[in-house]
Each structure stands twice: as C-alpha cells, then as structure tokens.
C-alpha cells in the first residue's frame, strides 16, 4: 500500500470501528447493571478512591466503579450527585438483643420480659451501617442463641465478639472467674469461625477489693488465652485500678492486633497533668494495640477526647457500644460526626469506619467498593450549620459540620431510604402505583419492583 491508501485505509477503519462501537452499546447494553449509584463523592479508602464516580450493582455485589457508567446499562439508577457514596460503614461495638431480649422487643408482651442490654440489629441500617459485630452480649453458653434469635435473622451482618464469661452479659454472671474458660471459649470461636471474630472482656471487679476468687487480671489474662489458643483478637473494656494498671494493660498484657475499646472513657489516663497526651498511648500503637471509640452510654467524654485529637491521637476505629442505655448517642454517624466537628475530615472517619475495622476483626473483603465484593454501600450526607454534641458526662460541644446516613444497601438491597433518594416522585409514578390491588394479600401498588427489604 501507498502511503495515502495506508492514511484512507486508517481513517476507515477507525470511522468503522466508531460507528460499530457505537452500535455495540445499544444491543450489549440491554441492562448490565441492577442498580447505578451516579455522581456521587465515592469514597473508599481501601482502593484510594475519594473522587466523583459512579458505582454500579449487579446480582448483589459491586459491579464496577469508574466515571460515566451510561445510565442505559442499569435497571435502576440513582442521582446521587451531592452526596458521599462509601462502602457500609462497621461498627464494631454493638449489643444486639437476645436470650431475654428478643427482636420485637418494642412488642407489649416482649416488655414484660427482662430486656437488660440488647437491641433489634437492623437499627444499625439507619446510619449506613451494614456490618455490626456484637461485644460480647453472649458467651460460649449463650452464643447459639444470639445466633438463632439474631445473627440469622438479622437483614444487617451481625457478627460477634465471643464474652470469656461462659453465659455473656446478660445472666448475672460477669464476676464469676469459673465461668471463664479459655478452653471453652476457643472451641466455641473454632464452631462459629465465620461468625465469631474474637473474644471480649468487660465490666470486671471494677469497685470490691480483691480476695481469694477475683485476682486483677483474672478475666483479661483468661480472655487473652482464649485469644492465643483460637488466634483471634481480644476486645477489652477496662477500670484500671492501683493494682491494675492501664500502661499495664496496654504495654504488657495485650498483644498487637487486641482492641482497647472506650478509649475516652472518662477513666484512662488520656492526658497527663500538663494537658499533654499520655506517651503510653503512642508506645502502645506502635507495638500494634487498636484503639476503639466504643461510645456508649458512659464511655465518652470530651475533656479527654477533643485534647487527645487535638494532639494528633485519633482512634483507629469509630463504634457505637449501642445498647439499651445508650439512646441519647443514636447511631454511627452521630459518633463520627463528633469527630467530624473535632476536625477530623471526612475521608479519614470513613477510613475508620469501614477499611480499618476490618482489617481488625480480619475480614479485609469487607470495608471496600472493590469490584467482585458484595455490594454493601452507604450514602451519606455532609450537613453544614448549628449541631449540638453531647458526650456521657452530660456536657455539651458545640460543631458546624454533621453526617447523616441518607441511604443503606446491603448485597444490593436498598434497605434504608428515609428520604426517597431512591424513589420516583409520587405524580411521575408509573401506572402500577396507581391501582388498588383487589385483595388485601396482594401485593402492594409500588413504583417499583427494586428490592428493598
Ligand atoms: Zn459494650
């Protein structure tokens, strides 16, 4: 060939290959994707992404995540443009109810039942998150009851700290040092590995003096070796006492990968006299220890957590420790909102609240927006004006900045839409909105068939 009829035969074939590639769309395209997330903030810092892009949804997991997905290649699409699109967010200090505390709780004949410390999972939906785990409500002897009455039911993820103490939290028995047994423990974990990540301590002998049945360290050093045996990690809640200290605690007796939560319980050592960050903090980091807000409904208070973020000591993860006492903390976005209004930016919270907590109880696949992974998404809302944030020392700080959950998916499932993000409006609704089923048991006249619960 010359090289004119090269230069004509380019110039066809790449006018071809257009025309054809524009034809291949409207037939391979029929529909690609279930649903689109479209032009939204993605944020998701296990794959470096904290940029405008569209996420699609196919059969349940992400589908693809990348700039101008066309909107022709989805059954459903949704404008999201305005808001931060993240992977669900995990908490990983939950309490959810069971053994006494059953899910329909709000039911007039489960309040006359004992309700002492769990709540319905699925609340966790209604703050983005879409993986809850458990801190300990239920032990070895209680464990397969929180699973029947809970983790299998529930539509949010629930998975589980196992308590050392044989019969959990709710029976009366957290001060019983017999009941906590490594080896029984550590099978338990071995039955449930899919369910149980590690193993929790909590709320022992904090006020009596020691005797002949609670050694100090008795509960920690037997969770601990529940933890080496089953090789997970161990979730402590702690009251350091002179002859139980928290240098001790996290210097000595915990080992890399172990979790403190309730960092900024009002009972730690945060910061030393002078105001200045306690060093044990930073010493024990750097040996590996995880620091977990664990909120609560009494581990949280400012004076050492706005000091301590100020200086640079942010927890490695956001959590709730939601239970029946703890109503006035509401939810995970509320958590990282207090954050948020510390001056913690946005990316670095979803940070530590969806790729850094599982990489603690070790389930990296969850967390993320990577292609191929169950398709667990929040949409979420960055709110600029006056916002009120109290802590559990009934104190007050005042913020400008607040996030809110505007919508949850879980494996593909719009489960929380308070807002109709989702939704057509209700005059552009298609026909089938617009007519009254004949029978009571048909099903509902809906907009759209997308699923939803
Ligand atoms: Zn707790």
């Given at each position: 060939m010359s090289n004119w009829s090269k230069v004509i035969f380019f110039v066809l074939s790449v006018a071809f290959t257009m025309v054809l590639g524009a034809s291949i769309p409207a037939q391979a395209q029929a529909v690609q994707y279930d649903l689109l997330l479209k032009g939204g903030h993605v944020i998701d810092p296990a794959n470096g992404l904290d940029k405008v892009a569209d996420v699609a949804i196919a059969g349940g997991k992400i589908a693809a995540v990348g700039e101008g997905i066309p909107v022709e290649a989805a059954g459903k699409v949704?404008?999201?443009s305005g808001l931060y699109v993240t992977p669900g967010l995990i908490d990983i200090h939950f309490h959810v109810g069971h053994g006494g505390a059953p899910l329909n709780w709000f039911a007039p004949e489960a309040r006359s039942q004992t309700a002492p410390l769990g709540i319905p999972a699925d609340i966790a939906l209604m703050a983005g998150v879409t993986t809850i785990v458990d801190a300990g409500t239920a032990g070895a002897d209680t464990f397969l009851q929180e699973k029947e009455e809970v983790i299998d039911r529930a539509k949010v993820r629930v998975l589980a700290f196992l308590n050392i103490v044989a019969d959990g939290m709710n029976g009366g028995l957290e001060q019983t040092v017999d009941q906590m047994d490594p080896?029984?423990?550590a099978q338990t974990i071995r039955k449930f590995p899919d369910l149980i990540v590690g193993v929790k301590t909590a709320h022992y002998w904090t006020e009596k003096p020691w005797d002949a049945l609670h050694a100090?360290?008795?509960a920690v050093d037997r969770a601990e070796e529940c933890g080496r045996i089953a090789n997970v990690p161990v979730m402590f809640d702690f009251w350091p006492r002179p002859d139980r200290t928290y240098a001790e605690l996290i210097l000595k007796k915990m080992?890399?990968?172990?979790?403190?939560?309730?960092?900024?319980?009002?009972?730690?050592?945060?910061l030393l006299a002078d105001g200045k960050l306690n060093p044990i903090l930073t010493d024990a980091r750097r040996r590996g220890v995880i620091f977990d807000v664990g909120h609560g409904a009494g581990s949280f208070w400012f004076r050492n957590a706005v000091p301590a973020v100020k200086q640079g000591f942010i927890p490695d993860s956001m959590s709730t420790d939601l239970h029946m006492g703890d109503f006035t903390v509401l939810s995970m976005t509320e958590v990282m909102s207090k954050f948020l209004a510390m001056g913690v930016p946005l990316e670095d919270l979803i940070r530590r609240s969806t790729v850094n907590p599982a990489r603690e109880i070790r389930r990296p696949e969850?967390?993320?927006l990577s292609v191929g992974r169950e398709a667990d998404v929040a949409v979420l809302e960055l709110l600029h004006g006056r916002f009120g944030y109290i802590d559990d020392g009934y104190a007050r700080m005042d913020g400008n900045v607040k996030v809110v959950a505007r919508m949850t998916i879980r494996a593909g499932r719009i489960l929380y839409d308070p807002t109709g993000q989702s939704m057509v409006e209700w005059e552009k609704a298609p026909k089938q909105y617009f007519t009254t089923p004949e029978l009571g048991s048909s099903p509902p006249a809906r907009a759209d068939n997308y699923p939803r619960n």
């Open positions: 949704v404008d999201v080896q029984l423990c100090p360290w008795a080992r890399p990968g172990d979790i403190h939560t309730h960092v900024f319980a009002q009972q730690f050592p945060i969850l967390g993320t």
